[in-house]
Nanobody, 124 residues
Framework: QVQLDESGGGLVTPGGSLRLSCVGS????????IGWFRQGPGKEREFVAA????????YYTDSVKGRFTISRDAAKNSVYLQMNNLKLEDTAVYYC?????????????????WGQGTQVTVSS
């Protein structure tokens, strides 16, 4: 069993930056993936980024490439999402999730554990 706790959300103006954190309690295994999803108002939950725990290989959806960076600190059981050049359309609740699948999937159904989410609002 893994519990995930997100933090770092807030209100930011367009072009600004935020750093989200996700701390896991319980064992994260080397082949696990930790991902970030988001759900905007009236939208379905969508994949944002993910990282393989052992290899630190990263994956991004096209709309955030070059702006967001996912990283992990194994010693702290933590994953981070650095978000730069934020846009209005990045407004959403951001969720941290863990997948125990042996291969990456961008589908939310492939992720087994979820945090409660943290609100990110980009507004002028």
């Amino acid at each position: 069993q893994v519990q995930l706790d997100e933090s770092g959300g807030g209100l930011v103006t367009p072009g600004g930056s935020l750093r989200l954190s996700c701390v896991g309690s319980g064992t994260i295994y080397s082949n696990d993936f930790i991902g970030w999803f988001r759900q905007g108002p009236g939208k379905e939950r969508e994949f944002v980024a993910a990282i393989n725990w052992r290899l630190a290989k990263t994956y991004y959806t096209d709309s955030v490439k070059g702006r967001f960076t996912i990283s992990r600190d194994a010693a702290k059981n933590s994953v981070y999402l650095q978000m730069n050049n934020l846009k209005l359309e990045d407004t959403a609740v951001y969720y941290c999730a863990l997948s125990k699948s042996t291969y990456i999937s961008y589908h939310s159904g492939s992720f087994d554990y979820w945090g409660q989410g943290t609100q990110v609002t980009v507004s002028s």
